[in-house]
């Protein structure tokens, strides 16, 4: 019997009214096969890329998770699409290539326990251009059960997202009634200081009308009723010569990691 292999379409083929199931992994498997030639050197077998809203996740990596009915085993990797609208599109993408770090060490290294990020991993993320820390910031601990990390300048990941962004790359879809707790991440979120070249600046639910009119939803509210917009964040300056800023909710104690010197609120 033969059978008909068919090209995917390019990125640019996927027209505006594609179906949104098809646009949305469309452009998540776009991004996965970028970061792992521009990053992995190509390396990184195929995996489930798919979407779970667990909680106080970003995302996670799973092993030999799925099966097909042929017996063909594969990876997973889950994104939460609950932080897409409030995060800058880069700090999307460091959680997917961060989860692709976990998937290259099961593979070509040594994991270690559970979810546990050790050292090797770490290495091998801030070889890429991503500093692992369990803050999410400069100081945080480099290893341990819950690690986030940030984008570090100059490096690898941030020139490959560049590179991604100027084929037009963009994530369609987003949610729009994010939780409090997912505005407030985003509001302390580093993305919002890297250039907009690299996906960093706003994020989407600030700058998107459909998003920025229905915005945060309480807990115990309908998941169908929007609430008012309170994440209030405020630009904090360092006072030292390096005049670092980021953006925060009011309230935060910052110390410049350079300079040392305290942060102002403006």
Wanted: hydrophobic residues 40%; charged residues 15%; neutral net charge.
């Amino acid at each position: 019997m033969t059978v008909a292999i068919t090209q995917a379409p390019s990125p640019a083929g996927v027209a505006a009214a594609a179906a949104p199931t098809h646009q949305t992994y469309h452009e998540l498997q776009w991004a996965y096969d970028h970061f792992n030639r521009a990053l992995f050197d190509g390396a990184l077998p195929a995996c489930l890329i798919t979407l779970q809203r667990e909680k106080s996740t970003c995302g996670y990596f799973s092993a030999k998770r799925f099966a097909r009915a042929d017996g063909v085993i594969t990876d997973e990797i889950a994104l939460n699409p609950a932080f897409f609208a409030v995060v800058p599109l880069v700090e999307t993408l460091q959680t997917l290539v961060h989860e692709m770090c976990h998937l290259w060490q099961h593979h070509f290294g040594q994991p270690g326990r559970g979810r546990y990020h050790n050292e090797q991993w770490a290495a091998k993320m801030e070889g890429i251009g991503l500093m692992p820390s369990s803050t999410g910031k400069p100081g945080g601990k480099r290893t341990g059960d819950k690690i986030a990390d940030y984008a570090i300048e100059g490096r690898p990941f941030l020139a490959a997202c560049a590179g991604l962004l100027t084929d037009s790359f963009a994530i369609s879809w987003y949610d729009r009634f994010p939780a409090h707790e997912h505005v407030a991440f985003g509001a302390d979120s580093l993305g919002i200081v890297l250039p907009a070249a690299v996906g960093g600046g706003q994020a989407p639910i600030s700058q998107i009308e459909t998003l920025a009119s229905t915005v945060i939803v309480p807990s115990a509210q309908s998941q169908d009723q929007p609430a008012t917009n309170k994440s209030n964040r405020l630009k904090y300056t360092c006072t030292g010569d390096c005049k670092a800023s980021v953006w925060g909710k009011p309230g935060l104690a910052i110390v410049c990691g350079n300079c040392k010197l305290p942060f102002d609120a403006g």
